[in-house]
């Protein structure tokens, strides 16, 4: 049982380029999110979708987007990447409103 | 927008010494979740508190949920070496899919 798989495990890349982020869960969850974590600050949410066919913003959605292919991916897209891009990316799903966020592994991205 | 601060920052205590970490909220929360990641981890799941005052225990920790339920707080008896880690709380807003993160309560524990 898999559960929450992200790709890649670690990303280099160089300013303005692009990258996107893949995200699949394989536990039937209907809500999946796109967090970014740096020192210090935390977990902060940067999209989730409630349900397949829905995406949201969150905390700090500037610089990215989203989607979500089917029930199962998720992805997050950086068009042009920043140095303050640079952080750790942890997808994570849940089954509904009132239930655990399981997470994946996480992606190291620096942006250099 | 909602959120969520996490006292302290930073715990350091000898092996033994309880611990505890406080989680306040700028809104009335739906319910409340605990999250441990272990360093170089993934956040994995402890537990989630839903009625105003609960308190649930699991082993040596204790959870607890305010009246108001706006804030929280995880208290571990007799911390050991395999406590270590940054605990987060994580809290939803009534009808929100959003899921709120503190910025974390990273303990060391001195053998």
């Known amino acids: 049982n898999a559960g929450v798989t992200q790709t890649p495990k670690f990303q280099v890349l160089k300013t303005g380029q692009s990258m996107t982020l893949q995200c699949a869960q394989d536990?039937?969850?209907?809500?999946m999110y796109w967090y970014r974590q740096d020192p210090g600050m935390g977990l902060r949410l940067i999209y989730y979708?409630?349900?397949?066919?829905?995406?949201d913003k969150g905390e700090v959605p500037n610089g990215y987007n989203v989607s979500r292919l089917n029930k199962r991916e998720f992805s997050l897209r950086l068009e042009s990447a920043a140095p303050s891009q640079t952080s750790v990316y942890f997808c994570?799903?849940?089954?509904?409103?009132?239930?655990?966020?399981?997470f994946g592994q996480g992606t190291r991205l620096t942006v250099v | 927008g909602q959120q969520v601060m996490q006292i302290p920052q930073y715990q350091h205590v000898q092996e033994g010494e309880d611990f505890t970490t406080y989680c306040n909220s700028s809104?009335?929360?739906?319910?409340i979740q605990w999250y441990k990641q272990r360093p170089g981890g993934h956040p994995v799941f402890l537990i989630q508190?839903?009625?105003?005052?609960e308190v649930k225990k699991q082993k040596r920790l204790t959870f607890q949920f305010g009246e108001a339920k706006k804030n929280s707080s995880l208290h571990i008896t007799a911390t050991q070496t395999t406590d270590v880690g940054t605990y987060f709380c994580?809290?939803?807003?009534?009808?929100?899919?959003?899921?709120?993160f503190g910025k974390g309560t990273k303990l060391s524990v001195i053998p």
């Open positions: 994580a809290g939803r807003k009534a009808g929100s899919y959003q899921l709120t």
């Open positions: 536990m039937n969850h209907n809500s």
């Open positions: 994570a799903s849940g089954a509904g409103l009132n239930t655990e966020a399981f």
């Open positions: 809104t009335t929360l739906s319910n």
């Open positions: 979708s409630a349900s397949e066919g829905t995406t």
């Open positions: 508190l839903v009625k105003s005052g």
